[in-house]
């Protein structure tokens, strides 16, 4: 008995189920793959970075189909990760992404990186973007702080936003000037400290605390402390913290007013909360030191201890407050401690009048 042959219908309705599966299968394999290595890639990021290679090896097939861009975007992430500067350039470039987005996914990379290898991240990007003033930013805040590396980046960065680059946000270019003042502060360059501060202060006037407290670090050093006290007033308006009060209390230090010091640095302790109360007893301890006020550096330099633990910076000072008050004992005793901690410190067997063949 012969077989009937298909209806006509049937065969265009297989035909038509054929040519759908051949369109959707590479699709949906395509989407399927995408979605696997960019799983892979961000596993990578976050913890291993042994899956990055497969992240990469599913994404290259996948550059010759419709989903070709997404996968130049991992591939381009994942050579920024491995620092492979010349993979990063084309994929990134053929991402179509902009600096914008590429900077960000390279902060989620460099965050949790050393700061050479994330200024390394940074440098390739700058390679494919070099007018960006957003790059540069970033490659100044990853530079170690006070060196002339940091210093270039952030200049650069400011000069590209006046020249039109509208890549650094308002207040990226605040923190731009900030970091320069900070720089030029440690430099010792108080005239270029002060024209940086300014200049973010004229940016943001009712936002920046940070910049009134550098303003008034750079006129304190320069010797004018009533513009310096009048530049702190205005940093406690904007920010009720302790950070404006312990700068406040260094502003009185420099200009040699040991009891207005005091005072601030006191004020910024009631401000603190647990850790941060260290900072102000720090400045205190030290501040009664440098004075010889030994009665008063006593039971700073004790609370100190307390808020800090035992730590060999902490216990130093409290024993040049045992001997200052002619406690030798006791302070004897306190720098045993620190070598307790550090049998080696330098500082500790200086004052006890051994050396480190003794310590041994």
Known sequence: MSRRPPSSQYVTALVAVSTVVLLVAPVVYGQLALNVSRLLMVRGMLSSPSWLGPARDIAQPLLRGRHAVEAQWILCRVALVTGEAPNALDSCGMAGRTVREIVLAADSVARRLPPDRAAAIYEVVRDLHPSSALVYHRLGKVYSPG??????????????????????????????????????????????????????????????????????????????????????AKAVQLDQSFWPYLDWGDIWRIGRRPALAAEKYRES??????????????????????????????????????????????????????????????AAATYYRVLSIDPLNADALDRLGLSKKDAR
């Open 269 to 330: 302790i009631r401000r603190a909360d647990g850790a941060s109360k260290a900072l102000g007893y720090e400045r205190l301890c030290r501040l009664f030191l440098e004075v010889g006020d030994g009665c008063s550096a006593l039971p700073a330099c004790d609370m100190l201890v307390a808020e800090s633990g035992e730590q060999c910076g902490p216990l130093l000072m409290l024993g040049d407050a045992y001997r200052l008050v002619g406690d030798l004992g006791q």
């Open 147 to 232: 060196k002339e590396q940091a210093v270039a980046a952030f200049r650069e960065a400011i000069r590209l936003t006046e020249a039109g680059d509208d890549t650094l946000a308002e207040w990226d270019l605040i923190d731009a000037h900030l970091q320069l003042a900070r720089n030029y502060i440690w430099w010792e360059a108080y005239d270029l400290a002060l024209s940086e501060a300014q200049a973010s202060i004229a940016l943001a006037p009712e936002l920046n605390a940070q910049g009134y407290r550098l303003q008034g670090i750079a006129y304190a050093y320069a010797n004018r402390l009533d513009l310096a006290d009048r530049s702190m």
